[in-house]
């Protein structure tokens, strides 16, 4: 073993070096202040003589925080390799701890296992990092003084970072690309706002604007997430850039973002790396990227990429290959390879890639057995290599959302789980598991991963993991996998589901927050957690309930329109409510999601959903009656039925409206400048559509009698500016368009008043006091206010001339019961089309 002790001066490395350099410029923001250069300068200095001149190994817990930072650059400005280690992973931190033995351990104190070496290091390492998805594990890149040095001064070239910038830290310390943002910055004496909060969190924007950061760094995932807060509406006047790696992004998402960057102010940065190399391999120039969103654009300053020939490539094809002076010396797997010098000269990434003729790089696939899941980029091989050391013998395959595990044996399912989970840094609910006699091979005798991943794909019946809200959004929505950021809205919930949701959710929380169907469910299982923890031992007593405002309007009305039509009583309107209703939760459940491809799959699932229940049922009664005409099966009563006497298509005028309503703003949706519209003018758009509706309803056409859903389409959207007004100007002016435009509607005065009245609510009101009881029979009404107006006609007939009342029982009865089974049934049909694949993969894997 050969100890070597060295000179920090020259050993060390220089951003690190050369911090008292940048003088008093703020260098770190924190909560508790500003430390400037000359401050953590102070600070570094201090922590290096204690470390000393002599090298060791250091372990540093790697998270943002103060200490943190400072036990990183003492020990780079000293000369002493870093072992970074996870510092949200107690597990990984052990097992990095156990493999390497390090001299130093590093954490909000500084413990030193001893006061020499075990190890013989090489004067040129300076960091070791985890490869990106094997966090912890013994593989580790070696990394040189002039990779650290190089590819910071290389980021900041094609960044145009001076000292006025300031970046929020967005990604781990211990993340290679959250790390890359640290030292570039400390390089040309910028700023770093020093935090661990999520984009999601509203105090996170706030700290981004008060300290008028420049800058933040994304993983795709971070890029749905601000999807879900509403980034393209927020003013922020200092940000200068945004960057993402860590994955591949969407080219949709990329070109949205470029042109929301360009429209306020700011350049988006698409990047390419590995941690073998430093960070950061390729970028994107940003005037390039509404035009070129699938690529990952040219090397960085002082690097090169090359295509190396592959095998089965298409022509123009190649591994991509870099080389540069930010290319790792090569991998550790144990101790004795720190003392190894440069064992790597040129980086094969493992991607294929092509060069378009302008000369801009785009990844096409993958060579090797990786994958990316939350922008940790996985090697399923060594996944099966740590499943067998475990005595568990494996396939895995993985796509970017997750990963999917068969295995032999009688081990657990959630055994294996935790394993893959703890080795690989991976939340459990995002690995699927199968348990199977014999692994499935191909004829050729190697595995067969698609049918590793047919078997391993949650069928119907599988079960959710996590707390009970995240079970009963799995129950409710048929969803498998529920994720802590994923919400009500983001998962598919609509109108139909919103009432299931709310009442279940009411008994696990207690009281709804007000906006719950965008609330993260990770916040929403907290929140129940403390209710539960609160009620502990306490004496039980009664709680208050509360029914949602839209869901008790649902019931109401409903017994409002089958009450008026079986003539229990006089009240209509009720159904003109609905269209209101309807036009609040489109606002509500298909504009709330950002992406607008998600957009328009949600809305276009929801209006299937109510149109195989009215077709289903009309066309069993076209069938079964003289009722009706094909027109009405098909919901074009309106624009083909004939007009008799014993054609009842004005029945179902509610849902021809309704649907009419959803097709053409889903066509409208389809057209980006729409979509753009609508989220630059949110309140002001609806209230335009209303006004142009009052065409129908004025009669304004002369000469022209216009149809029923042209007359109503400005309640529609009505309920649509509703859910749109936040403010309480737009509350008075939306409500005094309801008080001006309804009256006169029918010249009854008590039907009018029911419509404002429903509508006046709907604006100032959230929800309403109510009971257990009360509740759950609202929310069985409400959810099934559609399927009740569409039988109630054919089971109130035999009835109504006997009892009136028992008329009116019976059709709300009949009609939730058709609710509860047009799901099911849609459930069926869907693993009726999910089963002939599933069996072919069997089959495959029998074979």
């Known amino acids: 073993m050969t100890l070597v002790a060295t000179d920090p001066s020259t050993s060390g490395v220089p951003f690190a070096r050369d911090l008292a350099l940048h003088g008093d410029r703020p260098a770190l923001i924190t909560d508790a202040g500003v430390l400037t250069y000359s401050d953590l300068a102070e600070l570094v200095a201090e922590r290096a003589r204690f470390l000393g001149v002599r090298r060791r190994l250091v372990m540093v817990t790697g998270t943002n925080r103060v200490h943190a930072l400072v036990n990183y650059l003492a020990a780079l400005s000293a000369g002493h390799p870093v072992l970074l280690a996870p510092g949200d992973s107690p597990t990984a931190f052990e097992a990095l701890r156990a493999a390497y033995d390090p ?14 070496s075990a190890h013989e290091l090489h004067p040129e390492l300076a960091l070791l990092l985890s490869t990106s998805g094997s966090t912890g594990s013994p593989k580790l890149v070696r990394l040189s003084r002039e990779n650290l040095q190089a590819n910071a001064e290389s980021i900041g070239t094609y960044l145009g970072l001076t000292a006025d910038d300031r970046a929020a830290t967005t990604l781990p310390m211990h993340y290679c690309y959250g790390l890359s943002v640290i030292n570039s910055h400390l390089l040309r004496g910028a700023s770093l706002l020093l935090t661990d909060l999520s984009v999601v969190e509203p105090e996170f924007w706030r700290l981004f604007a008060a300290h008028r950061a420049t800058s933040f760094a994304g993983v795709p995932y971070t890029f749905e997430l601000l999807d879900r807060v509403g980034f393209d509406r927020m003013t922020l006047p200092s940000l200068r850039y945004v960057t993402q790696a860590g994955g591949r992004l969407d080219p949709q998402r990329v070109r949205r973002f470029a042109a929301l960057g360009r429209r306020a102010g700011w350049d988006l940065f698409v990047m390419y790396g590995q941690t073998e190399a430093t960070a950061r391999m390729a970028y994107l120039p940003p005037e390039l990227a509404e035009h070129s969103p699938h690529a990952i654009g040219v090397p960085v300053p002082g690097g090169s990429l090359h295509l190396s020939p592959a095998d089965d490539a298409p022509d123009g094809v190649g591994e991509l290959v870099y080389r540069g002076p930010n290319v790792m010396l090569g991998y550790a797997e144990s101790p004795a390879d720190l003392a190894l010098g440069r064992t790597v000269h040129e980086l094969r990434t493992g991607d294929l890639a092509r060069c378009t003729p302008g000369g801009l790089f785009e990844i096409v696939g993958r060579r090797s057995r990786f994958t990316k899941i939350f922008g940790l980029r996985l090697d399923l091989q060594q996944i099966e290599a740590r499943l067998r050391q475990a005595g568990v013998a494996a396939s895995c395959t993985g796509d970017d959302d997750s990963l999917a595990v068969a295995y032999e044996g009688g081990h657990c399912p959630e055994h294996v789980r935790q394993l893959v989970a703890e080795a690989h840094g991976l939340p459990a609910r995002v690995i699927h598991t199968a348990a199977v006699a014999e692994l499935p091979r191909l004829a050729s005798g190697k595995p067969d991963y698609p049918a590793v991943r047919a078997l391993a794909t949650p069928s119907e019946a599988a079960p959710a993991l996590g707390s009970d809200v995240h079970r009963t959004f799995a129950r409710v929505l048929g969803h498998h996998d529920i994720r802590d950021t994923d919400t009500f809205v983001s998962l598919g919930g609509d109108s139909l589901s919103y009432v299931d949701m709310s009442i279940k959710l009411e008994q696990l929380l207690g009281r709804l927050p007000e906006r719950w169907h965008t609330t993260p469910v990770g916040e929403l299982a907290a929140t129940a957690e403390r209710t539960t923890a609160a009620a502990g031992s306490a004496p039980p007593r009664r709680r208050r309930v509360r029914v949602d405002t839209t869901v008790a309007l649902r019931a109401i009305a409903i017994v409002l329109i089958v009450g008026s039509h079986i003539q229990v009583f006089d009240l209509p309107g009720g159904a003109h409510v609905l269209i209101g209703v309807a036009g609040f939760n489109f606002a509500r459940f298909h504009l709330t999601t950002a992406e607008r491809r998600e957009r328009v799959r949600h809305l276009a699932r929801s209006t299937a959903r109510i149109v195989l229940g009215a077709v289903t049922w009309i066309g069993a009664m076209y069938l079964l009656t003289d009722d009706y005409e094909p027109a009405s099966v098909f919901l074009l009563g309106y624009l083909f039925a004939p007009e008799h006497a014993d054609n009842y298509w004005w029945h179902f005028w509610f849902v021809e409206a309704l649907v009419y309503y959803l097709l053409i703003l889903l066509a409208a949706l389809c057209l980006p400048a729409f979509d753009r519209l609508e989220r630059r003018r949110p309140f002001a758009l609806p209230l335009a559509l209303a006004t142009v509706g009052l065409i129908g309803r004025y009669q304004l056409v002369p ?145």
């Not at 559609?786 to 709300?812: E, G, K, N, V």
Request: charged share 15%; glycine share 6%; aromatic share 10%.
């Open 103 to 116: 001299d130093v351990v590093a954490g909000e104190t500084v413990h030193e296992v001893r006061a020499t």
């Open 703 to 847: 000469g022209v009698e216009l149809a029923t859903p042209l007359v109503v389409c400005w309640l529609f959207a009505l309920g649509w500016a509703i859910a749109r007004a936040e403010r309480t100007w737009q509350r008075v002016a939306v409500s005094a368009a309801v008080v001006a435009t309804v009256p006169g509607l029918f010249g009854d005065a008590g039907r009018e008043a029911v419509i404002v009245t429903g509508l006046l609510v709907l604006v100032w009101i959230t929800d309403l006091p109510s009971l257990p009881l009360l509740n759950r029979v609202a929310a069985l009404l409400a959810t099934s206010s559609m399927y009740i107006y569409l039988t109630h006609w054919q089971i109130f007939r035999p009835i109504d001339d006997f009892s009136r009342p028992l008329a009116l029982i019976a059709s709300l009865i009949f009609g939730i019961g058709y609710a509860l089974t047009v799901p099911r049934a849609a459930a069926w049909l869907r693993a009726s089309w999910r089963r002939p694949a599933a069996a072919l993969a069997v089959q495959r894997s029998a074979a």
